[in-house]
């Protein structure tokens, strides 16, 4: 059975990081999007010889307090050379429209976790979900007092993606939120906006040793570029987390 459709049409679009960008759409069918904050839709559009294909994109929106559904739906897209969906990407203006379907996906909080902390670890654009569950977070927090980890990989600060509102999250709720870039190729210059006790240098499976995983308490989020989501599974299975205390998605870059 084909899966449902709906048109989104652009209202807005910004560069978040050189060759990212953070996309604003609106159903134009007047509906509203639900979804769990996690999920992902599929855009969908032809290559140069009509064929049909798609992708993925976590969403980004994030949701008002006690909603379940979204009027704007926000993604960061990658953009790929010469990548057939990123000249769709590069050609859209606003007032367009692009083919959608979903939501889909698992990779989200779940109303029976009762852990003591989240260690939510991305990289690139795999941080993108972690932005739609911020309101979820702060309700866990303000309900049963969860420690929240947020370590996000970057090779340079100005590829750190939403890094000031994960900074400003972490900065409302001090005794609950450590927000922790981690730069493997450059550090941000002394005074600057990214520079921050709390940065760190190398590869994030290599800092997660740092924060001392705890099979008792933590539940882990990996989600990005599929080498560091395996070997971020490894370091936490190493340190006694359990396959169902550690929950994955992989993020693969296609043309």
Same mark, same amino acid.
């Given at each position: 059975?084909?899966?449902?459709?709906?048109p989104?049409?652009l209202e807005?679009?910004?560069?978040?990081?050189?060759?990212i960008c953070h996309y604003?759409?609106?159903? +134009?069918d007047?509906?509203?999007l639900?979804?769990?904050p996690g999920?992902?839709?599929q855009v969908h559009?032809?290559?140069? /010889?009509?064929?049909e294909?798609?992708?993925?994109?976590?969403?980004a929106?994030v949701?008002?307090?006690?909603?379940?559904?979204?009027?704007?739906?926000?993604i960061?897209?990658?953009?790929?050379?010469g990548?057939?969906?990123?000249?769709?990407f590069?050609g859209?203006?606003?007032? /367009?429209s692009?083919?959608?379907?979903?939501?889909?996906?698992r990779f989200?909080?779940m109303?029976?976790?009762?852990?003591?902390?989240?260690?939510?670890?991305?990289t690139?654009?795999?941080v993108?979900?972690?932005r739609s569950m911020?309101p979820?977070?702060?309700q866990?927090?303000?309900?049963?007092?969860?420690?929240v980890?947020?370590?996000q990989?970057a090779?340079?600060p100005?590829?750190?993606?939403?890094? +000031?509102e994960f900074?400003?999250?972490?900065d409302?709720?001090?005794?609950?939120?450590?927000?922790?870039?981690c730069?493997?190729?450059?550090?941000?210059?002394?005074?600057?906006?990214?520079?921050h006790? /709390?940065v760190r240098?190398?590869?994030?499976?290599?800092?997660?040793?740092?924060?001392?995983?705890d099979?008792g308490?933590?539940?882990a989020?990996?989600?990005?570029n599929?080498?560091?989501?395996?070997?971020?599974f490894?370091?936490?299975?190493d340190a006694g987390?359990?396959p169902r205390?550690i929950r994955?998605?992989?993020?693969?870059s296609?043309?």
């Amino acid at each position: 059975m084909a899966i449902p459709r709906f048109p989104l049409k652009l209202e807005s679009w910004r560069p978040l990081a050189p060759g990212i960008c953070h996309y604003v759409f609106r159903r +134009d069918d007047g509906q509203p999007l639900p979804f769990l904050p996690g999920q992902f839709i599929q855009v969908h559009f032809q290559y140069a /010889d009509g064929t049909e294909t798609k992708r993925s994109y976590s969403l980004a929106t994030v949701l008002e307090q006690g909603s379940e559904a979204a009027t704007l739906v926000e993604i960061a897209v990658s953009f790929v050379p010469g990548g057939a969906a990123t000249a769709l990407f590069e050609g859209l203006e606003v007032g /367009d429209s692009v083919q959608a379907s979903g939501p889909f996906g698992r990779f989200c909080l779940m109303p029976q976790d009762d852990n003591r902390r989240y260690l939510l670890i991305a990289t690139g654009t795999g941080v993108t979900p972690y932005r739609s569950m911020l309101p979820l977070l702060e309700q866990a927090i303000a309900t049963r007092g969860v420690q929240v980890v947020l370590l996000q990989g970057a090779r340079r600060p100005e590829e750190l993606l939403y890094g +000031d509102e994960f900074r400003a999250f972490a900065d409302r709720h001090p005794d609950h939120v450590r927000y922790l870039p981690c730069f493997s190729r450059e550090m941000p210059r002394e005074g600057s906006a990214h520079a921050h006790p /709390d940065v760190r240098r190398g590869y994030v499976q290599q800092c997660l040793d740092s924060l001392a995983p705890d099979p008792g308490g933590d539940i882990a989020y990996l989600c990005g570029n599929p080498n560091m989501v395996d070997a971020a599974f490894q370091e936490l299975r190493d340190a006694g987390l359990e396959p169902r205390q550690i929950r994955r998605e992989k993020y693969v870059s296609s043309k």
